[in-house]
């Protein structure tokens, strides 16, 4: 499965997800099963199964990098951001640091409902999404203590819960396209939207579809264009009724690979997130990057500024808005904040490893 917020937003960065930068090692994947694996709910699955990609060496300093909804570790391996991270004399060079890149629960190659389970599949959260990415890292690669977590839109909000539920792990905090506070708004008015437009189609079937739901694509077209893009570059892009239709067409005329009870799952995760509650408990110096023209994550709101007023090492840089900034895709491209990242981390005190 690759699409889902790839879906939302291949068309709009252009980057293909399956070519990686020559001048950093080549990734390696693995599969870790977490056993008895206990869910937010009180589901226990027996068996649990986490695929992650590394780059790099284990003795390399570790970092953890987390992605965004319906994505997986190859949709960080990007030109765009892995091709401006991990290179030699980048800010995450490999030949330096020990790159962990987790499918997610529910994502990529790691355990989820097309796999057989369907609708049986326990309902997860980003809790329970953390709780298991910190018991790869910790039980099954062996790693104690993390230069950084860096995430992007989830993994953004992921990127919070980490430096709340365990504070002591890690140096620095890197949340991109996110902020701490409760999932509301018309960032989960568009999710609700598009979750029930495809539950609500006859061919879902509660789940028991025999082909992918037609009222799907619809769902994630409107979904993406809604909330990704960037206002000033559609209108670059779209400044005629002709041209915007021949964008729509071209999305709906893309193939959606994603399984239906995969989705669903993948975006009523995050109904329940809420960091806000814990802020001061962070410990980590903590760079937030977000774009000026994220549609999710509005900087206008004050939300956003008033949450980084509690964290005690936190700095904000917000991506000024231009034609070639992708709202709440603009932190695909690392070009944007690769400078503030070396930054912190030449700043960020070391505290144990």
Same mark, same amino acid.
């Given at each position: ?43 226990? =699955?027996? +068996? ?5 990609? &590394?780059? !790099? ?6 970092? *953890? $990098? ?62 329970? =999404?953390? +709780? ?5 890292? &910790?039980? !099954? ?6 230069? *950084? $977590? ?73 979904? !993406? ?6 206002? *000033? ?82 700095? *904000? ?37």
């Amino acid at each position: 499965m690759k699409v889902s917020c790839a879906a939302l937003s291949a068309v709009v960065l252009s980057i293909s997800t399956s070519v990686f930068a020559a001048d950093y090692p080549a990734p390696k994947q693995g599969d870790w099963v977490a056993r008895d694996f206990k869910f937010h709910t009180g589901e226990v =699955m027996p +068996e649990l199964k986490l695929h992650y990609t &590394t780059v !790099g060496e284990p003795t390399g300093q570790p970092v *953890l $990098v987390l992605h965004g909804t319906g994505g997986s570790g190859a949709s960080m391996l990007t030109p765009a951001f892995a091709g401006e991270m991990f290179g030699a004399g980048q800010p995450l060079d490999a030949s330096k640091y020990y790159i962990i890149i987790p499918d997610a629960i529910g994502h990529g190659k790691s355990s989820k409902p097309s796999d057989g389970m369907k609708t049986s599949f326990p309902k997860y959260n980003y809790d329970d =999404m953390v +709780e298991a990415q910190h018991r790869l890292v &910790t039980e !099954g690669l062996g790693v104690k203590h993390l230069r *950084l $977590v860096i995430g992007n839109s989830m993994g953004g909000m992921q990127t919070w819960l980490w430096g709340e539920a365990y504070p002591k792990d890690m140096d620095a905090l890197v949340p991109m396209a996110s902020q701490p506070s409760e999932m509301a708004s018309r960032n989960w008015m568009m999710r609700r939207i598009m979750l029930d437009t495809i539950r609500n189609d006859p061919d879902y079937n509660g789940g028991n579809y025999a082909s992918q739901p037609r009222m799907m694509k619809y769902a994630i077209t409107a979904y !993406g264009i809604a909330s990704i893009g960037g206002t *000033l570059a559609y209108q670059q892009q779209a400044p005629t009724a002709a041209k915007a239709d021949k964008i729509v067409d071209e999305r709906l005329a893309t193939p959606i690979t994603a399984d239906a009870n995969d989705f669903v799952y993948q975006w009523e995760s995050s109904h329940d997130y809420n960091a806000a509650e814990k802020l001061e408990e962070i410990e980590a110096s903590l760079l937030l990057v977000n774009s000026a023209d994220d549609e999710r994550n509005p900087p206008e709101t004050g939300v956003t500024d008033a949450a980084m007023k509690r964290v005690k090492n936190g700095k *904000l840089y917000l991506i000024p808005a231009t034609t070639e900034t992708r709202g709440h895709g603009t932190t695909g491209n690392a070009k944007f904040y690769s400078e503030q990242v070396r930054q912190l981390l030449q700043t960020a005190p070391q505290r144990t490893m």
